[in-house]
Structure formats: structure tokens, C-alpha cells
């Protein structure tokens, strides 16, 4: 049975090499490697990046453990040597893309560094002796760039270590907990990805009504004293209230930084990307829009919210967010519930009729989430199926939607890509 591999190698044109006492790295000669206490090997590239510095770590870790145990270990370390880091999702991997057993792990997390976010693809290894870790770090914005790069380096890396001494680790169960329905759809033992699951999303920006929303947008267009303002006919009112307690205006109705970039933001025409997601009779969307200061998020509460019966959606009232653009992403991942799950194919699985797809996400027992990502011209559709993952829903051919296992990492990079390309794109305003 094959499993899904990320693959997403490109050649060097000028390729050198270091020798560690764990792995032979080959890399591209943009590369400079030097070494650091507690490391093999350290990448960076010679020509100085304007903000964070793509890098990539080699380091290794003595252990007898297998690989299930190295992968949940590196999971677990990913929120404690980064506060906030949320876990996109762990592939299975091997330099052979044909190989019939994954040697390797590629885990993907991403973690807030001020005002960007850094996500790190780290490839696990266990030799028998060591757990082996590739560590490649970049931005969003980086990433489109990097990406190949980093895989190509990756499926480069050959270890000191006997081949074979590594096919043991990674066919053996060790302390970590397995997922035996996933392990034996593969057979080989694959860690349960449950207990690394991060928290549901909760939502905490502030809710304001669409009417209030109106009078902000209007009132960023009315300047008093040099500031804009809402007219003295809204003061005192439910509107005024609700924009003061959301933190858009302060005492004397007076738009706050906040307010303005959330009214200049609501007021591009073309939105950055919308969400939808559904889940049995729930459903909740999230739209978001680039303005001079800032991305504005509104939203419904997540699905994950609204099926467990914490909050209502009403979309006359629905959370607004202002963050930067880096941290959209990661956001809109977390929103739409990505967690960690095994990307794996099931070729005698029947294929899904619209019928029965729809069916699965509207049954009341154990429902299937739908959700559907659209911007720049560009959408994808997935379902979130109980136990298995994501799925990606490609259009139906005879009827039928053949489900599509992509590596997790596909959707987060497909969020990157819509992103980069709607911010390139450049807002466009409404008149006021």
C-alpha cells in the first residue's frame, strides 16, 4: 500500500558537501555551513535576508529508541522550545519516494516571533543509536523560495549509519503509543498523532455588529480635530458602545490606530481569502482583508466552537482581528481545526458521490467537516473525516469524488500560496 510522500526536490546547479559524525549533508553553494555548540552543522545562506535568517540545523541526540519514539519526542519538544508553536502536521518520508517504508518523519510546525511567524520543517531519523534531526527553518514569505531547496537538501542527506540499522528502528514499536488502524494500513508502526493534537482554536477577538461597523467605516472618513471620529450624533448609542468596548474608538469617540485599520481594511472590495467550513448543522466563515496597517480577520466562532455548543454563530455579529500578514496562515489553520494526521491513501477505498459526501457532513453522528478555501483564483476543497484526516475533494469524475490524501503539510502551503499571491495582488478599495 503507498503511502504519500513529500517530495519537492530541485537540483543545485553548484553542490558541496559536509561530513558530520551522523550524515553526509550535500547543499547548494548559496549555502555557507559553519558549526555551533550543540549542533553538527548549521546552513545559512551567504547572501543576508532582510529580517529572520532561513537556516537549516543538523543535530543528533544518543538514543536507542525507534522511530516512533524519536517523531513524539521531537512533537513534544516543538511547543516547549517554542511558546505558541502549533504542529501543522507530520509526513511519512523517505529519500526513495517508491520506498514501501518510511525511514524518516517530516514534522512541520510554525511558531510567532514577533511580527512574523517561523515554520520549521524537521526531518527525524533513528539509527539504533541516535535520533538524527534536520531542522529547516523559514518565514511564509520564505517559503516559495526555500521550500524546494530544503526538500532537495533533505533527500540528499545520507546517514553514517548502517541502512539497515535504520530500517530496524523504523519497523520497531517502542515506548510512544501507535495508531493501529493507520500502522496497518501501512504496514509499519506509526505513532498516535492524537496526543499531539493542538488546543482547539477559541475565539477571543472582539464581536461587533455590522451596524456598528458601518458607523466606524463612516467615521474614518469624518476627520475632527485633525483625527477621524464618529459624528456626536453616535455618541451614547449601542454602536458607540460596542466600537469603545472592542477598543475601535476611545471616550471621545475618536477612532483609535485599531479602528482606523480595521474601517481602511473592511474597505477593500477583494478579499485576501474566505473559509468556509461546516460540520452536521453548524456552519461559520471567515474572510479576510488587507488594509495599509494590517490583514482584518472577521469570523464566525470556529466549527470546532459551534459543534461543541460553546458559542453561536450570528452573522450580523461576528469576531474582527487585526494581525499582521505573516500570521494569516497560521490563523486560518488553526480556525479551520489543521491538526496532525497520517496522509495515507487508501487505494481500495470506493470513491464518494456529492450525495454521500454531503450526507457524511450533515449526519449528526460522528459528521465528516467540510471546508473549502477560496482567494486569488485559487480554492480548495477538503473534508476532515473522523479518525483520518484531511482529504482533499478533487471535482467528481462520473459522479464520483476520488478522496485525495496530500501530505499535511499541502494545506498550510496551499494557505501560504493563496496569501502571497492575493497580497501581491494589492488591495482594492471601495469608495467611501
Known amino acids: 500500500m503507498k503511502f504519500s510522500t513529500t517530495d519537492q526536490r ?20 548559496s549555502f555557507a555551513a559553519s558549526e555551533y555548540e550543540g549542533a553538527e552543522l548549521v546552513l545559512t545562506l551567504r547572501e543576508q535576508q532582510p529580517g529572520f535568517q ?27 522550545q517554542h511558546p505558541g508553536a502549533r504542529v501543522l502536521g507530520v509526513d511519512l518520508w523517505d529519500e526513495d519516494p517508491d520506498a514501501t517504508l518510511a525511514r524518516a518523519r517530516r514534522i512541520t510546525f510554525v511558531y510567532p516571533v514577533e511580527t512574523t ?27 516559495g523560495a526555500l521550500t524546494p ?46 496526543r499531539f493534537a493542538p488546543p482547539a482554536f477559541t475565539s477571543t477577538a472582539p464581536v461587533v455588529s455590522a451596524a456598528a461597523l458601518t458607523e466606524l467605516r463612516a467615521g474614518a472618513s469624518r476627520i475632527r480635530g485633525g483625527s477621524p471620529s464618529l459624528p456626536r450624533r453616535m455618541r451614547g448609542t449601542d454602536a458607540a458602545a460596542e466600537l469603545t468596548a472592542a477598543g475601535f474608538i476611545d471616550e471621545t469617540s475618536t477612532l483609535t490606530p485599531t479602528g482606523t485599520a480595521v474601517a481602511y481594511g473592511l474597505g477593500s472590495r477583494r478579499p485576501v481569502l474566505v473559509v468556509r467550513a461546516r460540520r452536521g448543522d453548524h456552519a461559520a466563515v471567515m474572510v479576510a482583508f488587507a488594509g495599509p496597517r494590517g490583514i482584518v480577520v472577521t469570523h464566525d466562532p470556529s466549527i470546532a466552537e459551534l459543534h461543541a455548543g460553546a458559542a453561536t454563530a450570528d452573522p450580523e455579529r461576528r469576531h474582527h482581528a487585526l494581525i499582521v500578514p505573516e500570521h494569516l496562515p497560521a490563523f486560518v489553520a488553526a480556525w479551520s481545526g489543521l491538526a496532525p494526521f497520517w496522509p495515507i491513501d487508501d487505494p481500495e477505498a470506493p470513491a464518494v458521490t456529492t450525495a454521500d459526501l454531503e450526507a457524511a457532513v450533515s449526519t449528526d453522528t460522528a459528521p465528516w467537516t467540510d471546508v473549502l478555501i477560496q482567494g486569488s483564483g485559487m480554492e480548495r476543497c477538503d473534508v476532515i473525516i473522523p479518525g483520518r484526516g484531511w482529504k482533499r475533494v478533487p471535482p467528481p469524475s462520473d459522479g464520483a469524488h476520488q478522496l485525495v490524501a496530500d501530505p499535511s503539510l499541502a494545506v498550510y502551503a496551499f494557505l501560504v500560496e493563496v496569501c502571497a499571491r492575493s497580497l501581491e495582488e494589492g488591495p482594492v478599495s471601495s469608495a467611501r
Open 54 to 80: 532561513p537556516n537549516l540545523v543538523l543535530t543528533a541526540v544518543e538514543s536507542t529508541a525507534p522511530l516512533t519514539d524519536a517523531s513524539a519526542v521531537a512533537l513534544l519538544a516543538a511547543g516547549r
Open 10 to 29: 530541485t537540483p543545485a546547479p553548484e553542490v558541496r558537501e559536509a561530513r558530520t559524525p551522523h550524515a553526509i549533508v550535500r547543499y547548494p553553494d
Open 117 to 143: 511567524d517561523v515554520v520549521v520543517t524537521k526531518s527525524v531519523w533513528a539509527t539504533g543509536t541516535h535520533h538524527v534531526h534536520l531542522s529547516a527553518s523559514a518565514t511564509p514569505a520564505q517559503l
Open 149 to 194: 531547496v530544503f526538500s532537495w537538501i533533505a533527500a540528499q542527506l545520507r546517514l553514517t549509519a548502517d541502512p539497515a540499522d535504520v530500517a530496524t528502528a523504523a519497523r520497531a514499536v517502542g515506548a510512544a503509543p501507535v495508531d493501529a488502524g493507520a500502522s496497518t494500513r501501512v504496514g509499519f508502526p506509526l505513532e498516535d498523532l492524537a
